[in-house]
C-alpha cells in the first residue's frame, strides 16, 4: 500500500491510516511525507473508515462562538485538505487560516478556497510568524498522534501566544490521548498540558468524549481557555 496511491478496498483505506499515523518510532519527517505522498486521495480514505474528528471540532467551535460567527478569526491547525474548514464554513464561519506542514496537503485545500492564508510550516520549537493575539480560536482535527506525541511544549506555548486572552484551543482526537491510565506513549503530551494550565498560561473549559473518531475508536474533544 505504501508505494500505491489507489484506494479500491476498505482494508486499503485501513492500512493508509495506520501508515499515516505511525508508528510511536516514526520521524515527523516521514509521516509529513506521508501524507503529502496521500494528499489526494486523503479524503476518500478517511471518509471510508468514519473518520468524525473534523466534525466534532467543528460544532464545538459553533457552541462556543454561537453568534458573529463570521467575524471570528480561526487558525485551523494540521488543516490538511480542509475537511475541517469545509465543517466550520457551513456553521458560518468566514475568517479561516491553514497551518500543516505539508504542502500537499494544502495543495488540495487551496481547491476549496476556504481558507485566507496558507501556512506550510509545522509547530515546535521555533516561532511561529504570526503575531500575538491574532486568533479567536485554534482548532486541531486529526493530526497525528505520533506528531502530536513527540510535540515540546514550545509548540503548545506558540499556539497560546497567538489566541486572544479568553480565546480556546480546541483539540479533537483520540480519546486515550487524554486519560492518565491510557496510551502509555502520550505522557508528555499530558504532562505538558497539565504544566500550562499549572503556569496559569490556560485553563480546560470543556471536555467531550465521543463516539467513531476514526476506525470505530472513541474520540475526545478538548477545549482549553487561553488566560
Not at 509529513?32 to 479524503?43: A, H
Not at 468566514?94 to 494544502?106: E, F, H, I, N, T
Not at 480565546?167 to 502520550?186: L, M, R, S
Amino acid at each position: 500500500m505504501e508505494n500505491s496511491t489507489d484506494l479500491s478496498r476498505e482494508q486499503d483505506a485501513n492500512s493508509i491510516v495506520t501508515f499515516l499515523y505511525g508508528r510511536n518510532d516514526s520521524t515527523s519527517e516521514a509521516i509529513v511525507g506521508g501524507f503529502s505522498k496521500y494528499s489526494q486521495v486523503y479524503e476518500r480514505v478517511f471518509k471510508a473508515v468514519n473518520f468524525n474528528g473534523y466534525v466534532e471540532t467543528a460544532r464545538t467551535a459553533a457552541e462556543l462562538f454561537p453568534s458573529n460567527r463570521e467575524d471570528v478569526n480561526i487558525l485551523d491547525v494540521a488543516a490538511g485538505t480542509g475537511l475541517c474548514a469545509g465543517e466550520l464554513y457551513t456553521h458560518g464561519f468566514r475568517k479561516l487560516d491553514a497551518l500543516d506542514p505539508s504542502m500537499g496537503m494544502l495543495d488540495e485545500a487551496r481547491k476549496k478556497a476556504l481558507y485566507n492564508q496558507y501556512f506550510n510550516v509545522a509547530i515546535g520549537e521555533h516561532t511561529l510568524d504570526i503575531e500575538s493575539d491574532t486568533y479567536d480560536a485554534v482548532t486541531i482535527s486529526g493530526m497525528s498522534t505520533v506528531i502530536m506525541k513527540q510535540l515540546p511544549i514550545k509548540a503548545f506555548e506558540e499556539l497560546i501566544r497567538i489566541v486572544k486572552t479568553g480565546g480556546y484551543i480546541i483539540n479533537a482526537t483520540y480519546y486515550k490521548v487524554f486519560p492518565e491510565d491510557g496510551d502509555e506513549h502520550t505522557q508528555m503530551f499530558r504532562s505538558n498540558m497539565k504544566t500550562l494550565t499549572t503556569q496559569g498560561k490556560w485553563e480546560q473549559f470543556q471536555f467531550r468524549r465521543f463516539k467513531e473518531y476514526v476506525q470505530g475508536e472513541d474520540g475526545a474533544v478538548s477545549t482549553h481557555t487561553v488566560l
